[in-house]
């Protein structure tokens, strides 16, 4: 047998990789060297405040922001007597004053404000039992948190010093430190394992230790290469820290995916006696192909989170679309030149007994596992159809019943936590303190007395309307141009009783009173939280339409097909909506949680849907892609579609089953964090890449073909000129 290939950009670019390897492996070293050298040099732009939020926040948060005024980290140190005593009584007072004198002296805050200062009622709770000492940071409040260790000494020392009465502290700066303290040893636990973990299944897919290293070494130098692109492009598009998490995150599962698709053809075509050469191209031509296609899908479906128009989505899909491109690239140029160079030495490092028995295998042909399954599901394909496409509709019925929600800070991390029992213990003696409502006055001048005035009537009105407290404090710029009041509101921050706590302040107080003198927007978390979520209502639909219909479009152009991609895209679907299924059943109604050692919080967070959606729209076309692919090629080659079927997916179960193993791995190494969404994200994905790779790819794809037959490859007459252009599949055809 001779090849005869198509010139692709794939087959041109693995070619010439093949043929110059060194060129070629130099110029990719050269690559990560420049990104990272870069992105060091530059640094990373990190969203602003105002950048992270939407609508009324987000003008609230530019007002603050440009008018000069430096809002501090607020922190409160909670001071609490036993149930029965009241905290004014000498204890109380004694530990009130060391407190206030503790922080004071550390030189890291300002505005101290005693609750046994006249005025100061507001800061004694209700019970008389618990009394806040409140205080801001120095200096910039995103970096309080680096600052705040001497006054949480200073506090602990105040505490040990009155064992009789409980002494805390509580505050963005020191909330944002236990939380980055917490997070970041989790991440550093995930990296840890994943890795490990991702070759250790490599090593036993292969059976050899070079030929696991290739894959894991291309999917880390893309990494490092992209998160130096990232730094460079966030100068243009800032990101937060949502955009590194998801470069390591895909760009692990899509490197290995893609070099694993790669070395197990070239590994095929050598067993059947090709060169090494030969065996390269010819995998460059096919899986190549297969990878710049899956690689353009998944940038086309991240694509969509542009038109979200929320700055931590398109940061997420900057990330990711970097990522990818890098991956792709990487597959198409460097992995061909590594396999020409290493040549049949891929297997050295052989584990004996398993490094045997794989090669034996791959001698002896498809995987006698895989066929029997295809044989029965090929031999009754409307049954096998019924069955898959039953289970997955009801593994997603639960989603009907999906509800969102941004997540609290009490929803987000495991009740165990100091700072959350902290957190708990101020939002039972002071509700809504720890996320109060800020409204930003601007006015000519925010000390006047008609503003001062309408000021005091919003302050009298909010705590009269019994769904917001005290302490409510106002704060004024340098320039006596804007005035920030926070206004502690009923509820958690997120639940329906914050939320319409903020909508009586939005819509009755503040029109009432201070937006009679000055120009008036509503702030803070509860605040954030619903502007978020109604720009996301806003967009969803136009971002579900755009992914849904470029992905048609690609599919459609890369097979020639309309059915092919119709059915693509209804498979894809399928497993994204059992995904949303399974996580509301654990998350939301709490199945199987002391099982999995999961939390139900009663809500998905919000933005977790459209994501998933978007992301495993893109993953889940890597596994289509090269199915797929096989499939039109023994159809190319003039097998009947039953046969090129049966072939296709036999030829390609074995490299999927393997990329899925790791990509399920790699995600459900993000559930054991203890951030809830997280731990939502890495179980939606593992579920979804997991049903993707066994009940749609082995199961619901081949029937639904068998059935269709010939109609498959149907095309429109006005869309096969179009359809003509795409790159065709490489066609073997015998030697004359």
């Known amino acids: 047998m001779k090849t005869a290939t198509r010139q692709g950009i794939a087959a041109r670019a693995g070619r010439w990789s093949a043929r110059h390897r060194l060129l070629a492996i130099a110029g990719w070293v050269v690559f990560i060297l420049i990104a990272n050298n870069i992105g060091g040099n530059l640094g990373t732009r990190h969203l602003t405040t105002s950048e992270t939020r939407d609508g009324e926040s987000a003008a609230a948060t530019r007002t603050l922001e440009r008018s000069g005024f430096e809002r501090p980290a607020a922190e409160?140190?909670?001071?609490?007597?036993?149930?029965?005593?009241?905290?004014?009584?000498?204890?109380?007072?004694?530990?009130?004053?060391?407190?206030?004198?503790?922080?004071?002296?550390?030189?890291?805050?300002?505005?101290?404000?005693?609750?046994?200062?006249?005025?100061n009622d507001g800061q004694v709770s209700r019970d008389g039992r618990s009394a806040v000492v409140l205080f801001a940071m120095k200096g910039k409040a995103d970096k309080a948190d680096k600052r705040v260790a001497p006054v949480l000494r200073a506090v602990s020392g105040v505490a040990a010093a009155h064992p009789a009465v409980r002494v805390e502290e509580f505050g963005s700066a020191s909330a944002t430190k236990a939380l980055n303290d917490t997070i970041g040893k989790d991440f550093s636990h995930a990296?840890?394992?994943?890795?490990?973990?991702?070759?250790?299944?490599?090593?036993?897919?292969?059976?050899?230790?070079?030929?696991?290293?290739?894959?894991?070494?291309?999917?880390?130098?893309?990494?490092?290469?992209?998160?130096?692109?990232?730094?460079?492009?966030?100068?243009?598009?800032?990101?937060?820290?949502?955009?590194?998490?998801m470069l390591l995150l895909i760009g692990l599962a899509v490197g290995v995916d893609y070099s694993l698709f790669y070395i197990r053809r070239q590994r095929e075509e050598r067993a059947a006696g090709r060169s090494n050469l030969e065996s390269v191209e010819i995998a460059a031509a096919t899986s190549g192909r297969s990878v710049l296609v899956s690689g353009l899908t998944v940038i086309a479906a991240m694509a969509g989170m542009f038109i979200t128009g929320q700055?931590?989505?398109?940061?997420?899909?900057?990330?990711?679309?970097?990522?990818?491109?890098?991956?792709?690239?990487?597959?198409?140029?460097?992995?061909?030149?590594?396999?020409?160079?290493?040549?049949?030495?891929?297997?050295?490092?052989?584990?004996?007994?398993?490094?045997?028995?794989?090669q034996a295998r791959r001698k002896s042909g498809p995987s006698r596992a895989w066929t029997w399954v295809l044989d029965r599901v090929l031999a009754r394909p409307g049954l096998s159809a019924a069955l898959a496409a039953g289970l997955l509709v009801a593994l997603a019925l639960p989603a009907l019943s999906m509800h969102?929600?941004?997540?609290?800070?009490?929803?987000?991390?495991?009740?165990?936590?100091?700072?959350?029992?902290?957190?708990?213990?101020?939002?039972?003696?002071?509700?809504?303190?720890?996320?109060?409502?800020?409204?930003?006055?601007?006015?000519?001048?925010?000390?006047?007395?008609?503003?001062?005035?309408?000021?005091?009537?919003?302050?009298?009105?909010?705590?009269?309307s019994g769904e917001m407290f005290n302490p409510v404090t106002v704060d004024v710029n340098r320039a006596h141009d804007v005035a920030a009041i926070t206004v502690p509101l009923a509820g958690d921050g997120e639940n329906g009783a914050s939320r319409h706590a903020l909508s009586t302040l939005r819509n009755r107080i503040v029109p009432g009173t201070v937006g009679r003198v000055a120009s008036v927007n509503v702030a803070g978390a509860t605040a954030a939280s619903v502007d978020f979520n109604h720009r996301l209502a806003e967009r969803a639909p136009f971002v579900f339409a755009f992914?849904?219909?470029?992905?048609?479009?690609?599919?459609?152009?890369?097979?020639?097909?309309?059915?092919?991609a119709a059915t693509g895209l209804v498979l894809n679907l399928l497993s994204v909506g059992a995904a949303y299924g399974?996580?509301?059943?654990?998350?939301?109604?709490?199945?199987?949680?002391?099982?999995?050692?999961?939390?139900s919080t009663g809500a998905i967070t919000s933005w977790l849907p459209l994501f998933l959606f978007v992301i495993l729209f893109g993953l889940s076309m890597d596994y289509h892609v090269f199915t797929v692919s096989r499939i039109k090629e023994g159809h190319d080659e003039g097998l009947p579609t039953s046969r090129a079927i049966h072939d296709g997916i036999v030829r390609s179960a074995g490299v999927i089953t393997s990329a899925a193993l790791v990509m399920v791995a790699v995600f459900l190494t993000f559930a054991t964090l203890k951030q809830t969404s997280l731990k939502q994200l890495g179980v939606g994905l593992a579920v979804a890449v997991l049903l993707d790779a066994t009940v749609v790819r082995a199961l619901l794809l081949p029937a639904t073909m068998k059935l269709l037959g010939e109609r498959n490859w149907f095309m429109p007459r006005f869309t096969k000129r179009a359809a003509s252009r795409a790159p065709e599949a490489p066609a073997l055809t015998p030697s004359p």
């Open 191 to 245: 990296e840890a394992i994943s890795i490990p973990l991702t070759f250790g299944i490599l090593l036993v897919a292969f059976g050899a230790l070079m030929a696991a290293l290739v894959p894991l070494v291309l999917s880390l130098t893309s990494v490092v290469a992209a998160a130096g692109l990232l730094a460079l492009a966030s100068h243009a598009l800032h990101i937060d820290s949502s955009a590194n998490t």
């Open 582 to 599: 399974v996580l509301v059943a654990v998350f939301q109604w709490g199945w199987g949680r002391s099982l999995l050692g999961l939390t």
């Open 76 to 119: 409160q140190v909670l001071v609490q007597v036993p149930p029965g005593a009241d905290v004014r009584g000498p204890a109380g007072r004694s530990a009130i004053n060391d407190a206030v004198s503790a922080v004071s002296v550390t030189g890291r805050v300002t505005d101290v404000r005693s609750p046994l200062s006249p005025g």
């Open 311 to 358: 700055h931590t989505f398109m940061g997420m899909a900057e990330a990711t679309i970097l990522v990818v491109a890098v991956a792709v690239v990487g597959s198409l140029t460097v992995l061909p030149a590594a396999l020409s160079l290493l040549g049949d030495r891929l297997d050295r490092g052989r584990i004996p007994w398993l490094g045997k028995w794989l």
């Open 404 to 464: 969102t929600s941004v997540l609290g800070a009490s929803e987000e991390l495991p009740s165990d936590l100091p700072i959350m029992q902290t957190y708990a213990r101020v939002q039972h003696a002071f509700p809504g303190g720890p996320q109060p409502a800020v409204v930003v006055v601007s006015a000519s001048d925010v000390t006047s007395p008609g503003v001062e005035a309408q000021i005091a009537a919003l302050r009298r009105q909010a705590v009269a």
């Open 547 to 564: 992914v849904l219909g470029l992905a048609f479009l690609l599919l459609m152009w890369s097979f020639g097909s309309i059915v092919i």
